[in-house]
Each structure stands twice: as structure tokens, then as C-alpha cells.
């Protein structure tokens, strides 16, 4: 797979000849993001644009989840401090990566989940394993999308796909997400998934990094601005929303083991 050039609790970083690093998550058993999970997240990013990285690829150390959103532990009922830390990491990791100045490829090698979803959206491209779903969820759960996640996917596939995606909390088949561009190309296995990944990337070798950085963020660039600008609002919005008792029973029920069961079979 190359050499590892970072190693954390829960992702490690390796480079192949080419300089292209696959980070893979490994959080087990489904790749839950929490506050430690998103800052050894931003850190990995941070090195990469540091090293002037030519591409990266994003994927899990499980075929069945690539990950399963955020950890509901941070969600439920949450503290005043560590929502606010968790929260900003979150928004910090996806202007990151949404706004990378180097190419970025999600390998979906398991169920992509609600924040899942929205780190496999913030690539520049999607292979998916056949068999899988992908989508924005938090509607079967009693959350919301918040507005950033709704953009990321509105600016993939359109108006009328994500009014869906989002209202219903749909989670799309492989084959659906192919069908309505949420996803680029569908491999067998992660290893095909990885070889379609690198030939993508392969694609940017010949050109000027500055000229790839400026296309990128002329059509990304005003939605992180937007974000950057409202991150304290959204934080705000976000922790009132999760305090409601109602939210707070619901994601109670959600963390009982029956109502887990009752997700799983959402997906199945
Ligand atoms: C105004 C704006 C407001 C905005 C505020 C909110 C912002 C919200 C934004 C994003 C939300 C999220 O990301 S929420 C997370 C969404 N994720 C899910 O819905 C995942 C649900 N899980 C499943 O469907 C399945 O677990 C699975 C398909 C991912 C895997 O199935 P499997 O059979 O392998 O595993 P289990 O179901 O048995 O689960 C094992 C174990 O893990 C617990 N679990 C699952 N998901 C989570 C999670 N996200 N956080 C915490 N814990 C989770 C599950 O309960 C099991 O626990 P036990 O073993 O103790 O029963």
C-alpha cells in the first residue's frame, strides 16, 4: 500500500511512489465520528496540503461501513463545550477537504451514512462497491441536514435529487446513487475501487497544480466562504436544535438497541 506517513488512533495515512496517500479510517466497528475521530481528521489534511500532496484517497478499513456518521454520543443530550469543539472540528475537516488544493477520491467500500455521506460528498470523485448504500439519513433519526451538508449534495446532484435525499432521509442503493451522479463509478472490490481511484487521479499528473486549485475553488469556494462566515450561527443553531426534549428522546430511543436493529434493516 506504500509508506505510512501517518499513524493515528483512528486513521492512518500511506504514500505510494506516485506521492498519492490513501487515508484509511479505521474507528472499529463503524467508523462513528466523534471529536477525536474529526482532529486526527484535520491534522492528516493539514499535513497533506504541508506536503504539497498530489492526490489523496479516502476509504475504510471495513468493506461493510465506510462510516456511520457522527457518534450519536456526541449528539444526545450534548455538553455545551464539547459540542462546541466537536462541532467546529466538523466544519474546520470539511473546509478542508471540500476546499483541498489537491485532487481527492472517496473509495465507499461500506454503508456511507448521514456524515459519512457528507465525507464521501466532499471528495472530488466516488467509487462505490456494489451492494452498498449512501445518503443523508438524519431524517429517519429525528435530526436535521444541517445547511452545509444540504449544499455539498445539492452541488452533486441537483435540486430535485437532494430535496428527496434529504426530506425523506433516503439512503440510495449503489446502483440509485450511480443513476443520479451521487456516486462516479462502481467497483466489485476495494482493490478495483483503489485502481479506479488511481486512475482518476492519474488524470491531474500533467496539470498545474495553481490552475487545478483555482477551477476547484471558483465552484467550491463560495460555499465554504458561507460557511466560514456563519460557523458560530450554525454552532448555535445546531446545539438549540439538539437540546429540544423532543430531539433528545428520540435519539435516546435511536441509541436502544431495537431501534438499531430497526435502522440496520433500512439498509440491508
Ligand atoms: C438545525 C440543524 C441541526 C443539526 C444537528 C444535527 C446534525 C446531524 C448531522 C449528521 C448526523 C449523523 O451523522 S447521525 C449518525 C447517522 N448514522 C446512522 O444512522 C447509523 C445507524 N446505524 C446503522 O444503521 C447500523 O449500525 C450500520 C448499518 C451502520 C451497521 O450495522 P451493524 O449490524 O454492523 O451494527 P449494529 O447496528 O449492530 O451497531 C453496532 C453498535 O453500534 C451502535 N451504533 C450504530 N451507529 C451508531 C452511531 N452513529 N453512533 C453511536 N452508536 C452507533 C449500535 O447502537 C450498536 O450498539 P450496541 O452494540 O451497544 O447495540
Redesign the pocket.
Known amino acids: 500500500m506504500g509508506t505510512l506517513v501517518r499513524t493515528s488512533k483512528f486513521l492512518s495515512a500511506a504514500r505510494d511512489i506516485n506521492g498519492i496517500v490513501t487515508i484509511t479510517m479505521r474507528r472499529p466497528?463503524?467508523n462513528?465520528?466523534n471529536l477525536e475521530f474529526m482532529s486526527e481528521f484535520s491534522n492528516v489534511l493539514r499535513d497533506l496540503e504541508r506536503d504539497n500532496c498530489p492526490g489523496a484517497i479516502l476509504t475504510s478499513y471495513s468493506n461493510?461501513?465506510f462510516s456511520?456518521?457522527?457518534?450519536?454520543?456526541e449528539?444526545c443530550n450534548p455538553e455545551p463545550e464539547r459540542f462546541n469543539d466537536f462541532y467546529t472540528e466538523v466544519q474546520n475537516n470539511w473546509t478542508q477537504l471540500y476546499g483541498s488544493t489537491f485532487p481527492t477520491v472517496a473509495v465507499i467500500n461500506g454503508?456511507a451514512?448521514?456524515?459519512?455521506c457528507?465525507l464521501a460528498l466532499s471528495c472530488d470523485y466516488r467509487v462505490m462497491i456494489k451492494n452498498r448504500t449512501i445518503g443523508?439519513?438524519?431524517m429517519?433519526?429525528g435530526?436535521?441536514?444541517?445547511?452545509w451538508?444540504t449544499a455539498t449534495m445539492l452541488n452533486t446532484v441537483g435540486h430535485r435529487h437532494t430535496e428527496l435525499g434529504v426530506t425523506l432521509g433516503k439512503m440510495f442503493t449503489t446502483d440509485e446513487a450511480l443513476n443520479i451522479n451521487l456516486i462516479d463509478c462502481v467497483a466489485d472490490s476495494k482493490e478495483e475501487g483503489i485502481q479506479k481511484a488511481l486512475s482518476f487521479l492519474e488524470k491531474f499528473t500533467h496539470f498545474l497544480p495553481k490552475s487545478y486549485t483555482f477551477a476547484k475553488h471558483s465552484l467550491r469556494g463560495p460555499f465554504i466562504k458561507q460557511l466560514k462566515e456563519n460557523q458560530n450561527e450554525?454552532t448555535q443553531?445546531?446545539f438549540?436544535?439538539?437540546k429540544d426534549p423532543e430531539v433528545i428522546k428520540k435519539l435516546e430511543i435511536?441509541?436502544?438497541?431495537e431501534q438499531?436493529?430497526f435502522?440496520?434493516s433500512?439498509?440491508a
Open positions: 466497528p463503524l462513528r465520528m461493510k461501513v456511520a456518521g457522527f457518534d450519536i454520543g449528539l454503508h451514512m448521514a456524515a459519512g457528507l443523508y439519513n438524519e429517519q433519526m435530526l436535521a441536514t444541517p445547511t451538508f450554525e443553531l445546531a438549540r436544535f439538539l435511536v441509541k436502544d438497541k438499531t436493529q435502522l440496520t433500512k439498509v
